[in-house]
């Protein structure tokens, strides 16, 4: 993956006290970022604004569009137009982005969604806190596709992580969803933002070679394939129609075999390099908490009591939510006796939990039904139930 | 005697805005979306835009597969958000020009919220709208302007909805170019698509087309060439018309013309005003300053100039080639009487031309020549809008152009051919 | 006088039979009737056109903007003095 330093225009480097909401559209910004079309929603609208409020002086473009559908439709526009690009909303507009997301899947277009999750489902509770899009962000859009999620768990994550996805969308040419939650996008920390020479930034790779060579895909199940700009006189075509290389439509079950082995192993197999996890004790635990976004912070609290308790604990985060860590949970599973995995979802990524450890070890889901976050004693006693 | 296809592909004019090696395309005998990537074909040409700088962006349906066909930077969207993509692509490189080309079901039924909130921005895009009244692709259901009674396969029935104007409701949403056509009138909508690629702003042209194997099958119409006899026959030229009385009925007459040409600042116009007034003259779009901006516009200002100059150049060449008299030339040709038959067009819309003066609203056929068009549209009330549109209807027939309204042309040979009767469009062909 | 210096324009109509789809638009408009629908199929079993009196062509490319599969076109040709010739 080759990077180069940020760009300093768009880095307000320095330390800051900011929420997670501002914390995305400062990492845009770090991260080159310079097209921005969204649609207020709570809890996501701050970065929306903070984008907005940034914009002119970063040389930067923001469109509040007619809805979110627009917005991501704007966003593949505008990456093929030579910008990178981001978005942010959540739940129900999330829902209206699917069919595109899909369409960005298919087309390789790099851009970054980010989804501050409140309570669902439907309007649900639009100003607390939930986890339970996680899967939608996945199986969201129709059809076999892959794409990348993090998950932020503190505003200075979510502009690391923004960055990261950034670098992710284009290395990989597929759209990053960040999945955070209401209380990471509202709650004020401090953030680091380290000066512009010390960020590294993914550029965006166009095609410059001759023009008969030039095929916007490669199905080689691999990243870095550079993207084609329109203006610079490649002609190229692009649809959703299942597609050769060169883009135009064939529509054969040999080609929809290579698209989607293409999609689909260009991120499952790519998946070390793509996924990240915090690992806190894992070795020698007898049990495991596996835990992601806010909860893991509120599950450090159960964790520490269990240990006081004398329970060996150990604490898995998953930054990265998809591709999942398949790999990593079927090691541990094998030498722990229970995972235990608290959301606030009514039980989603324990299902891939349960999938990898595939029996070799207890799987403990601690459902919480959204609104809140856990209460640790809640998780305390899960721990103490696993290690009976 | 056909001509073999490697060399006709070579030598066709449309060799270089097609992508021939996709041809033939899929859409079927007598469809009208050819005869329009013709003339938006003729259209980029003759505007002398930079190919290289154009981006169609296309939806779903049948139209939608024009992106597929044309040799541009193109994007085949998803159902109904070919404006949105169109306006990420214009947003994110100002200096393209970008052109959308799709179905009225995709633009007005499932993309309307789109087409409307991309009109009331003024967003700097050209939106062509293929109007022939069914979801084509599909199978031929009903389209937000199916007219009312029309059967379509899930108004098998007879629809019972009452359709948009198109033209009304872009013009209410903010639009500042509205024409409309058919695609009969392939010269017109030519000009209409050359003079809204070189303008700023939202241009929306609708283009009505037969639609011969679903519409016209369901309703019992005929097939393409009657549907296009048909356009002749009840086609309306009012230039600058008010959009308000532009609505299609079954079958009924169709208002054609440039309805709506106004400047207003475009987005990107507002962006950069507020932008500069906040940053100073320092203020950078992607990097460039606005008089680093300006100074690339006005280069392609004239770089189009230029091309256009040239092919202006060429053609006076070419006649003036044409027009050398030679020495050896035969002897003087007896002057041929003009017209030699006495073709529908003297025999009927002369005498009504003779007697124009007291009629109140005078039989503006669209077959009447150019110059009957221009004196309609200088008797209609002086508004504002109608102004504009009659200096731009000088404009437009003062361009000498071999028969300028084909369908002058065409109906003279409709007068020649064995069209006996002017009712129903059951014509037999020749 | 003013007239007889002016040539007509001729045009040479070149057609690919393979991509007519028959829908008569070219016969059926051409204002000088010089196309006709020729009785031999093509591939596809359409009836393509056929130049019937290619004297009569004036080059005004009307058959050529009007045809929705791009399979017929017409490159001017020198200008003749014959008078007119149409029928």
Redesign the interface.
Known sequence: MKTVTADPKGVDSGPHFMDGDHALAEGALAAGC??F?GYPITPSTETAERFAERA??V???F?Q???E???I???????????K?MTVTCGPGFSLMV??LG?AAMTETPMVIANVQRGGPSTGLPTLTAQQDMMQAKWGPHGDNAIIALSPDSPQECFDLTVEAFNLSEYYRVPVIILTDETVGHMHEKVVIPPADQIKVVPRNNYSGPKEDCRPYKFDSQGGHPMV?????????????THNEKG??VMTVEQSKKVVTHLMEKINGNADDIIRLDEDQVDGADVVVVSYGITSRIAVKAIQDARKEGIKVGSLRLITIWPFCEKRIREISAKVKAIVVPEINYGQMVLEVERSAAGRCKVISVNHCGGAVHDPQVILDAIRKAIQ | MSTEIGKFKAGSPMSDTLRMDRMPHIWCPGCGIGSEVNSFADAVKRSGIDPKKLVVVSGIGCTGRVAGYVNFDSIHTTHGRAIPVATGVKLANPELTVVVFSGEGDLAGIGGNHLIHAARRNMDLVVICNNNFTYGMTGGQVTPTTPNSAVASTTPYGNYEYPFSLPFLVDAAGATYIARWTSMHSRNVTQSIEEALLRKGFSFIEIISPCPTLYLRRNRLGDGVDQLQNYQDNSILKHGCDTRETAIDYQGKIVIGKFVEKNKPTYLEGVDKCCVKLVGDDYQLYGKTIPEREAEEKAEKERIAARRAAMAAAEAQEQAVAAKPRKTSAPAVKKAPAMAAKTKFQSKVMPAKQALAGTKKAPAKAAAAPKAAKKVAAKAKAKPVKKAATKAVKKASAKKVAPKAPAKAAKKAASKGTVKTKAAPKKTRK | MFFNDLKQTRGKIYISNDWCKGCGFCVQFCPKGVLDTSPEYNAKGYHPPYVKNPDACHDCMFCQMICPEFSIYVIKEEATNKGETNK
Request: with cysteine; glycine share 14%; hydrophobic share 45%.
């Open positions: 310079r097209f079309a002119p002086e040389g930067a473009l469109i569009m007619e809805d559908l627009a917005s439709a704007a966003l593949i526009g505008a990456a093929w137009a030579g910008q690009c069919e595109n369409l700009r329109a203006g610079d006189g490649y002609n190229f075509h692009i649809t959703g129609l135009y439509p």
